[in-house]
Every structure is written in C-alpha cells, then in structure tokens.
C-alpha cells in the first residue's frame, strides 16, 4: 500500500510560479518512478513529468519543457514540481503518481494522490 499527498496548488497570475509537493508513505519500495499528470475540464488526464527514484532521470511533456521542473527527496519520500512561467493553459487538477516503469502512459501507474488544484488567470 503507497499513500501520496499532493499540496502547494492555488490561485496565481499567469507569469507565477508555483511549487507542487507529493509525499509518499506506506509500501513505496516498487515504486521506482514518480510522476506528475495533469487533468484540465473536458479534458483527458495528460502527462507532464517523471522522475526516477534512483537516479533522478527527469522526462518532461513538451508542453511543459523548460517550466516546469522535476525533482525528489529521497530521505523524505517527497517529489516536486517546480512550474515557473505559468500560463492559463497549465489550469488543471495536478495529480501525482507512483509505478514501476518509466513511462508517460498513466494506466502504467498503479498509486495516485487525490490531486491539487492550479489555476492560472489571464
């Protein structure tokens, strides 16, 4: 059993930045990637980002590149997502997500958080 808990949503301007922290607890020694998904209304849920635990191998969404950025704390059990650059499109309910393998398919992840709302106006 792999408990997640995302926080550090909320309300900024476009051109904000904002920082999403997921904590991990219970069983997470299978859970070798961590990721980041993205649900907008009226929208499937999307990829953004993913990290290895072990290595800190990062893969980004194009959407996202060179915003937003990825990064974990092993001895805390904790992954970030650091999104600078906001833009209106980024508006979503942030979910992250544990799993085995590397991937961005988000059927592949078998733990997820209840997620964190970001809203970006205009």
């Known amino acids: 059993q792999v408990q997640l808990v995302e926080s550090g949503g909320g309300l900024v301007q476009a051109g904000d930045s904002l920082r999403l922290s997921c904590a991990a607890s219970g069983r997470t020694f299978s859970s070798r990637v961590m990721g980041w998904f993205r649900q907008a209304p009226g929208k499937e849920r999307e990829f953004v980002a993913r990290?290895?635990?072990?290595?800190?191998?990062?893969y980004y969404a194009d959407s996202v590149k060179g915003r937003f950025t990825i990064s974990r704390d092993n001895a805390k059990n904790t992954v970030y997502l650091q999104m600078n650059s906001l833009k209106p499109e980024d508006t979503a309910v942030y979910y992250c997500a544990a799993g085995i393998y590397y991937t961005s398919n988000s059927n592949d992840y078998n733990h997820w958080g209840q997620g964190t709302q970001v809203t970006v106006s205009s």
């Open positions: 990290i290895r635990w072990s290595t800190g191998s990062t």
